[in-house]
């Protein structure tokens, strides 16, 4: 399928997404979002690829949100479906995937543009950007999962301060917050994301799936994390990955995933 609102490019065992419609500010519109949910899929089919990174074009947005212009008439049925599809389309997707997706946030990551970033295992930041959550100033509330998640991510004050005041924070805010893990020079944001995947894919991607997969049942209130944990650390022995690993250790040379 040939994309229009995204360019995905794969190398070195890793996938690029940069979302592309600059002058919308990257803002997710239904067509971004089904582009999106294809070229991820197709990412979870290839093997070799073993880390993601994600990104808006441009040096001034990461995603600046929802298209607004595009549920703007929308009734209570129809914000009911787009919240509904998008998290499962998209959101969902990314949050569950076996291999990690690092946002690398160079820009507004405003509304529906921070829930992707959250959405993301890892986030990186320029240090222009500016992350909110202004969903009130519209009259509605975030959509795309970022109650639930801005709140495990930073606590319930700090979220709730950032939804009922819609203030933006500064890339160095957002460090403070642990709401992003590094803040660096726009013209480094790439390349620090780089070398975090590069420190992934030399990792067993067995157990990293495992290791995303226990993470987050801690977030699943049907589940019990330890359990989920004892499971998948005993699913990992007699793989051929383990023997790897291990046997690369005792032999003192490094393990080939
Ligand atoms: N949806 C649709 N279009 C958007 C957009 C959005 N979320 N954000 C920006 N754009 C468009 C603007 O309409 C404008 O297009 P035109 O030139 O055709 O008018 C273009 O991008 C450039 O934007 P601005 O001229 O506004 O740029 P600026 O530098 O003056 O302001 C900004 C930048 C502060 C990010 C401002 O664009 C803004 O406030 N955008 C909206 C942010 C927002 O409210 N996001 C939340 C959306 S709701 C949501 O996400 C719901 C959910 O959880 C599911």
Redesign the pocket.
Known sequence: MEFKNIVVLNSNNICHITINRP???N???AKTIFELNVAINKVQEDSSVRAIILTGSGN??F?????????AHFSAIEGEE??RN?QKLLFDLIDNLNIPCIAAVNG?A????L?LAMSCHIRIASDNS?L????V??G?????G?TQRLTNLVGKGKALEMIVTAS?LSANEALQWGLVNHVCAQEDLLILAEKIANKIIRNSPMAISKAIKSVNASFNKTLDGFEVEKKEFGSCFESKEFIEGTSAFMQKRKPNF
């Open positions: 002058k919308q500010l803002a997710l519109n001034k947005a995603v600046a949100g929802a298209d607004i212009k595009e549920f787009l919240a998008g507004f405003l509304g529906g543009g829930e500016k909110g959550l202004p969903e100033t519209l509605v509330i975030p959509g795309y970022g933006m």
